[in-house]
């Protein structure tokens, strides 16, 4: 017996099911959100425990693979084409039994709520946060269209790794192509790799194929990767291969898999998304019908000997056709076949068996046959037509491929609604349970947005009073339960609660498998150098922060360990430096004072190859911005100092490592060195967290208008800020990060001018150090970077007339009259017009020069 539990009647809730074993109760209890016990008399009994309300009809039927049946209102729909059957899944229990009673009707949850526990389901199955969100965006992009390739694949285990998967790995790659060995893992997380390859590739050169082989799960709804392509105004082309489900046309034996299409086309609105099978129907569909003893829709399928059939059990045996019943959808599907499959090197036969299933992706800059903007002006001008076209009688509109989809989930996300059948929510909801109960907490903060989890993160450290804010462990040491065991804390130098805090933190806000606490940013950064042997060598750039800078040319030689600098914003100067012996490279993107962006995944790349470390110092992006981890980089730095803490009140640097072992070789140096930072100063952290997210954005609101001002006044030379479009790294840090930050730097030509601005200022307050909720500026070359020799400086591209500054909260009006006055003064002072950028020749002005020069005598 499987029982819905006392708030149902069990004379209309309760039905018997045809079982060989007690077991398959077991199998279909998570399906129905809840807990499997068994009663006296041996039977088992399903206690629902989920905290959702659902409507359900007398004698629910419960099909063996409960999550491939896809219902809305209540009313049954027939899945949308696509490669359903891509999971890896066996379905070898025995038929639960058919019945034709109606199915449950759906329940409508929040779109957030419907997310957050699929990412919890996700990560049963042991994918890290990042992948989890990866492959959470696929399935809900999906869900939200009512396409049958969404979460349906968590509760049927459609995602599961498999046993022993390797990491997903670029075989071969060129200027223009790659191939990518998904070694047996998820199918979404290679495509939304060859994705972003392909991307990239097109970005740099006009075009760019990237293909995948070895995965055994199902990519998802292929519109979701079209899509990505074509909102950044490319065009992509992706295909998938499936197992073998498919008869040729003619034929009765099953050769191809459901191979969907995704084509991406920009327009100067919404892209056209083409999202289709070339199957007349879906594995999950034979596989639902059979369940619910239903017929098949006429022509979709045939038989063992090749006959029509709307039979699912004899589909099932037989094949499935090609959408349009002719050799023309059968081609079509050999294309797919051959391109996705051979083409990749994926399995060619006995698919289902190998999985090793392929994909092919293929972006295109328009660019490359004329001007882009042209490009999308003529495809609108289709779009209308086609849409304006002579409708026959009944027809209200001609819709484009992937507009009903569209609107259905701008809809469904504005409402914050969106049905779920119950069953498929009720596996969700149990999945989810087991995450959290692992997890050791009710919920986790790592699916929501960064803002969010700033104010709100998971509980790291047990309070029994539940404290609103984190409690100050102001201690040096902790008493032990007895004289020859420890308990969990014993010397804050290797652990405190307050820091611990912290640093889980900062682990689930970088994504990392661990992050530490130091007493400042240089002290974390000398550990990281710590990691290097004597004889093996370290690369870092020409533009970095002057403490990182003495630290590598007057320190590090002396331990044995060899210092090249390279210009890190030339991938081919990278490559010809990072040598065998490179042990780590030393990366910032921006750079500090340059704000030159830096390609941290190709340099990653570049280092990993030669068995490098990467560490980034991330302290003007900060996590809040900037996530280096899933970048590539292998250690986060983010000074504490800067924006963690906001208010220049807290030395403190921060370690985020992205895997465990690199973690644990960490920890051993910040204990044995005692580096760490003090709870004081973590818990003033902690605090400063808080408000990260709204102090960085109204900084960074407040630089981008004071750099646009900058940028068009006639004295300022250049403006280094990768806000601007102007900035040669524009376009590299929109894709590496999401906003451009808070720091800018400029130059006059003079350093007198740039010397009399920032003495001039009112409102910018002179310091080195940047992130602070006030507004400052400097001298780089005689402040913070004032430790590299000038000629140095010279030889790197740094400019003494540089001027840096770091946009603060104030109001942005006030900033910039600021700034506006100290420049007209300070060109004044030296004699040009700060209208002309020229020299002014008056009597009036070569006055006030000698007179500024006399001052500068007298002092």
Known sequence: WVSLGPAHKLSNNCKKLTMHSIEASFAVAPYLGGKLSRRGNGKAQVKPTNRVCRKLKPRTSIPTTVAATHWWGGKKEQPANGAATNGAVSYT?????????????????????????TYKAIKTYGYTDEEAKSMNDVMMYAQLRGNNQGIIKVTTGGIARLEGCGRIEVEHETKLSALINGNKDAGMLALCE?????????????FGIVGTNNTPTSTGALGYYAKL??????????????????APHGAKQPIFGTNPIGVGIPTNGEP?????????????????????GKPLPPNVAIDDKGEVTTDAEAALKGAIQVFDRSYKGSNLALIVELLAGSLVGAAVEDKLATKSWGNLIAVIDPELLGSPEEFRERVDIVIDRVKAAEKVPGVNEILMPGERGDRMAIAREAANKIPVEPNLLAGLEELAAKYEASSGGPSSSSS????TQL??????????????????YQTATFGQPSATTFGEYDYTRSGNPTRTALEKQMAALEGAAGAFAFASGMTALSVVCGLVKAGERIVAGTDIYGGTSRLLADVLPGRGISVTNADTADLAAMEQAITPDTALVILESPTNPRMQVIDIEAISKLAHAQGALVVVDNSIMAPTFQRVLDLGADISMTSATKFICGHSDVTGGILSCKTEELAKRVYFLQNAEGASLGPWDCWLSIRGLKTMSLRMEKQAENCMKIAQYLDAHPLVKKVNYPGLPSDPGYALHKKQATSPGSLLSFTTGDVDISKKIVEDTKLFKITVSFG???SLISLPCFMSHASIPAEVRAARGLPDDLVRISAGIEDVD???ADLDEAITAAAKAVGKDPARNGAVHTEASLIARIKYLEDQLKN
Request: hydrophobic share 45%; net charge negative; no cysteine.
């Open 93 to 117: 229990q025995d038929d639960l039994g058919s019945s034709e009673d109606a199915p449950s009707e759906d329940v409508t949850v929040s779109v957030d709520y419907l997310r957050d526990i």
């Open 194 to 206: 060859a994705t972003k390859m392909a991307t990239q590739k097109a970005r740099e050169h006009g």
């Open 229 to 246: 392509v074509a909102d950044q105004g490319l065009i992509a082309l992706v295909l998938a291969q499936s197992p073998e489900f498919v």
């Open 272 to 292: 056209i998304i083409l999202d289709m099978a070339t199957s007349a129907y879906s594995y999950f569909g034979l596989l639902e019908a059979k369940t619910a």
């Open 448 to 451: 929501f947005k960064m803002a």
């Open 455 to 472: 104010v709100h993160p998971d509980k790291y450290v047990t309070d029994p009073y539940d404290a609103t804010n984190v409690p100050l």
């Open 772 to 774: 602070n909720v006030a």
């Open 814 to 816: 006030d900033l910039i």
